[in-house]
């Protein structure tokens, strides 16, 4: 919990150095691609947590990952060594991304399907989305091979089931109340 909210203030601190530097298209490109690549990289995430590296070494390998970033996005990992909490630089990320997506009115959806969405897919589904609530959105991808087909949106306490689990599941319970001899 206390992670969180400090991941929260320099997620703001950030945004706000962003914004008054005219620069944060750019740092949200670097958060993004960085949140990327600690989903992506379970290695990474015990790097930067492990106590038994040094903090210049954590330093040194960020840097030379992300090498191509903004100077205030590696400014970022510097002020979080020197607080000694560049652990949570995965959480600040995720946190600077929730933060910008609610400047520009875009909401998180979850979409589960039973297997990988095509480009056509996911424009539908954003389609649908906008439909429901009148937002943009970003979204979190996610496969259940157990949907047999379709997919289940989520959105916020909404949910969407567009599933052929989900049909199957309603079918069954028709039956169950309807009792057919």
Request: glycine residues 4%; contains cysteine.
């Amino acid at each position: 919990m206390a992670g969180n909210r400090a991941a929260y203030r320099y997620a703001k601190a950030l945004m706000s150095l962003a914004n008054e530097q005219k620069q944060l298209k750019q740092i949200e490109t670097d958060i993004r691609l960085i949140d990327n690549t600690f989903k992506d990289s379970k290695e990474l995430r015990n790097f930067l947590k492990s106590p038994l590296i040094r903090s210049e070494v954590k330093r040194s390998g960020l840097k030379a990952i992300f090498e191509k970033v903004n100077p205030a996005t590696t400014n970022l990992f510097d002020v979080l060594i020197e607080n000694k909490r560049i652990a949570i630089l995965p959480d600040v990320c995720k946190a600077f991304i929730a933060l910008v997506d609610k400047a520009n009115n875009v909401i998180t959806a979850e979409v589960t399907t039973a297997e990988a969405l095509t480009p056509e897919m996911e424009e539908k589904v954003l389609a649908k989305v906008k439909e429901l609530t009148g937002s943009e959105a970003s979204l979190i991808k996610k496969i259940d091979e157990k949907l047999l087909g379709g997919f289940l949106l989520r959105i916020g306490d909404l949910q969407y089931d567009a599933s052929i689990a989900g049909k199957l599941k309603d079918l069954k319970h028709k039956f169950k109340q309807n009792a057919y001899n």
